[in-house]
Antibody, heavy 119, light 110 residues
């Protein structure tokens, strides 16, 4: 059974960057889509982008294009999401999640990583 | 860009009652790309339904999904105490790849 384990909570200053990892264990990693999503306090879910590790190319929501980098290391079954130029509105819980069949939903989620942006 | 609007925003019901949540798309979408999730406080979302009507692994049969075109529904036939949560619908668009969520609907105990 695949499990996604994310890196720990982060506190960042405005204008800086945050990089979150998502390590998969217990199953196939490279052939599925790994998506990155976030949820601001009391708000809904927002998709940021994703990657299919075996392909390597990432795609992004228009809102985050130019500010987010998504990569994957097949050798360690780990995906990464880096968000730059942080502002207070980026404070949220960030999730990685797996979509095993395009459009069939994210069936496995990481535990979430809380990012606080504060000066 | 497709916009998903969920209604009602909040639904207050009692255990044992039937719940129906709606998800309306701003344009016709394929049923094969419509998904429902449940989220409880402090937890990651849980996949409930994919392809509009197929229950994910381990999801009780009191959950059912339906609809087509622009109107989709999630029905919980008889509410259990653990069903009170926030529900999201989501659409996947393939060209370019994009995942769009509804704003969420809260199912609360009356």
């Amino acid at each position: 059974q695949v499990k996604l384990v994310q890196s720990g909570a982060e506190v960042k200053k405005p204008g800086s960057s945050v990089k979150i990892s998502c390590k998969a264990s217990g199953g196939t990693f490279s052939t599925y889509t790994i998506g990155w999503l976030r949820q601001a306090p009391g708000q809904g879910l927002e998709w940021m982008g994703g990657i299919i590790p075996i392909v390597g190319a990432a795609n992004f929501a228009q809102k985050f294009r130019g500010r987010v980098t998504i990569t994957a290391d097949k050798s360690t079954s780990t995906a990464y999401m880096e968000l730059s130029s942080l502002r207070s509105q980026d404070a949220a819980i960030y999730y990685c999640a797996r979509d095993v069949g395009l459009g069939e939903g994210f069936d496995m989620w990481g535990q979430g990583t809380m990012v606080t942006v504060s000066s | 860009e497709i916009v998903l609007t969920q209604s009602p925003v909040t639904l207050s019901l009692s255990p044992g009652e039937r719940a129906t949540l709606s998800c309306r798309a701003s344009q016709t979408v394929s049923s094969s790309q419509l998904v429902w999730y449940q989220q409880k406080p402090g937890k990651a979302p849980r996949l409930l339904i994919y392809r509009a009507s197929i229950r994910a692994t381990g999801i009780p049969d009191r959950f059912s999904g339906g609809g087509s075109g622009t109107d989709f529904t999630l029905t919980i036939s008889r509410l259990e105490p653990e069903d009170f949560a926030v529900y999201y619908c989501q659409h996947y668009g393939s060209s370019p790849p994009m995942y769009t969520f509804g704003q969420g609907a809260t199912l609360e105990i009356k």
